[in-house]
């Protein structure tokens, strides 16, 4: 079971959902455009629970999940500092995760390249500027996550294997 957004959800709402493997479906331009609230997503991820990313184009506005990853992480440090202080704001690991692996799971064996996951993989040229060439791989993650570079220096795409373009 998918269950989207789970921003209001109660304790024994969430024990349910943590008991019966319910994947939580985290859209947070949706949440943040229509002013819906903020999802405790840090606390659904520190319970082991399943949590995936979500574009939701209805309420949000672009199905980029490199935006998702960096909405992720805003609102989190949104709901530290306005609703639980003592809360943990993401990291860019842990929505690289809900962005691949965490979400690909309800599919099956996607959002990995480990052995025996279906090839899915996008190629981006982040070469400029020449001095990021030595930044460490989640540094430049980080750099074209928040500059969305999935955008503008997307160069190829393959998904299950066949190469898209």
């Not at 109660?10 to 947070?28: D, K, N, R, T, W």
């Not at 099956?108 to 990021?132: M, N, R, T």
């Not at 030595?134 to 430049?140: A, I, Q």
């Not at 997307?154 to 190469?163: M, Y």
């Amino acid at each position: 079971t998918l269950m989207a957004h789970c921003v209001y959800s109660s304790e024994a709402e969430i024990s349910l959902m943590q008991a019966q493997g319910v994947f939580i479906v985290h859209c947070p331009s949706s949440n943040l455009n229509v002013t819906s609230g903020i999802a405790p997503v840090q606390a659904y991820l520190t319970r082991g629970m399943r949590v995936g990313l979500g574009s939701d184009v209805a309420g949000g506005e672009t199905e980029s999940l490199f935006h998702a990853m960096k909405e992720a992480i805003k609102s989190s440090k949104m709901y530290r500092r306005y609703i639980d202080g003592n809360a943990q704001a993401l990291c860019i690991e842990q929505a690289f995760y809900m962005a691949t692996l965490g979400g690909g799971a309800f599919f099956g064996k996607v959002g990995s390249f480990a052995k025996g996951y279906a090839f899915d993989a996008v190629v981006i040229d982040d070469s400029e500027p020449i001095a990021l060439r030595n930044r460490s791989l989640t540094e430049r993650l980080e750099r074209a996550v928040y500059l969305e570079l999935d955008r503008c220096r997307l160069e190829h795409k393959w998904v299950d294997g066949r190469k898209l373009f």
